[in-house]
């Protein structure tokens, strides 16, 4: 049986490895072992981050909306319940923006939503 050569497809692995640990400090951008390791974990911390965000967004944007509507008088809970009962579709990120752009619509967001 002739004997396989890997030299083109191993390196070709190998520096695409290299390649994503580019800008990594020390030899975690440098040797391949160790930038393997490095990438690896890297793109896990990537994954599970981009889902992570969307929930830190959110709770940002509920954190701005409780401080304004408590502002306003209201709790945060008791003006999306009152949104959603006066039937106004405004998503709370909207609702977050409004509240630290512009507190004066958010003011008048609050009142129809109570009326």
């Known amino acids: 049986m002739a004997r396989v050569k890997r030299g ?7 520096n695409k490895i290299l390649r994503l ?3 990594f400090q020390g ?8 930038a393997n390791q490095r990438v690896m974990k890297a793109l896990c911390n990537a994954y599970r981050d981009r889902r992570r965000r ?5 709770r940002l944007w509920i954190a701005r909306i409780n401080a ?4 306003n008088g209201v709790s945060y809970s008791r003006l999306i319940g009152d949104l959603k009962k006066a039937d106004v579709r ?5 609702l977050a923006q409004l509240a630290v752009m512009d507190p004066k619509s958010f003011t008048s ?7």
């Open 90 to 94: 405004i998503n709370r990120k909207m």
């Open 54 to 58: 969307k929930r830190d967004f959110r």
């Open 68 to 71: 304004a509507a408590r502002i």
């Open 8 to 14: 083109n497809v191993a390196r070709k692995r190998r």
């Open 27 to 34: 030899s975690n951008g440098s040797l391949f072992r160790t």
């Open 21 to 23: 640990a580019r800008g």
């Open 109 to 115: 967001v609050v009142t129809s939503a109570k009326s």
